[in-house]
Antibody, heavy 119, light 107 residues
């Protein structure tokens, strides 16, 4: 049974750097083909893919956010981290941690965490 | 980036109705397409991948078809638990991209 859970500050001030943690179970990020990514959804809007990290430490980012994002992993703790710099109110969204294996569709999702950017 | 366009953005339907949602890609993606269902206040759930393969546990009233740039999601007989928002996603190229969503509401 695969499970993912997001955690981190839920209220962030503009210009701050924000780090989200995804803690997962039911799979290993050392397994060939595994990947953990992040997707966000502003209130009332559509889904936006942000980044993914693979079992071999390959990483891919949304080009529009690449300069602000860093994704890393700690396989010993079954955790993936997403750091976003220079937070802005438009970054207010529910952030989901997601799992994929082999292909780029996401079979498992965390419950999501609402991050609000406000002074 | 590959743009994904869904239509309609909103559909009002009754229990038992047949509902069809379309998704168009800005360039050919073969059959590298997934559909997700999102109930209000919940995380999305994978419904269909590789255009037409039902994820485990998904009822057979859901089906997907298409290839290249044009795809459809069909619900053959709408059930009360199907009232939700549906998103398509291309899975062939990074950045992965989603359609704008189709909300299926109760008539």
């Amino acid at each position: 049974q695969i499970s993912l859970k997001e955690s981190g500050p839920t209220l962030v001030k503009p210009t701050q750097t924000h780090t989200l943690t995804c803690t997962f179970s039911g799979f290993s990020l050392n397994t060939r083909g595994a990947g953990v990514g992040w997707i966000r959804q502003p209130p009332g809007k559509a889904l936006e893919w942000l980044a993914v990290i693979f079992w071999d430490d390959d990483k891919r980012y949304s080009p529009s956010l690449k300069s602000r994002l860093t994704i890393t992993k700690d396989t010993s703790k079954n955790q993936v981290f997403l750091t976003m710099t220079n937070m802005d109110p438009v970054d207010t969204a529910t952030y989901y941690c997601v799992y994929r294996h082999g292909s780029n569709w996401y079979t498992s999702w965390g419950q999501g965490t609402l991050v609000t950017v406000s002074s | 980036d590959i743009q994904m366009t869904q239509s309609p953005s909103y559909v009002s339907a009754s229990v038992g109705d047949r509902v069809t949602i379309t998704c168009r890609a800005s360039q050919g993606i073969g059959t590298w397409l997934a559909w997700y269902q999102q109930e209000p206040g919940k995380a999305p759930k994978l419904l269909i991948y590789a255009t037409s393969v039902l994820q485990s546990g998904v009822p057979s009233r859901f089906s997907g078809s298409g290839s290249g740039t044009d795809f459809t999601l069909t619900i053959s007989s709408l059930q009360p638990q199907d009232f939700a928002t549906y998103y398509c996603q291309q899975a062939i190229n990074f950045p992965l991209t989603f359609g704008g969503g189709t909300k299926v509401d109760i008539k």
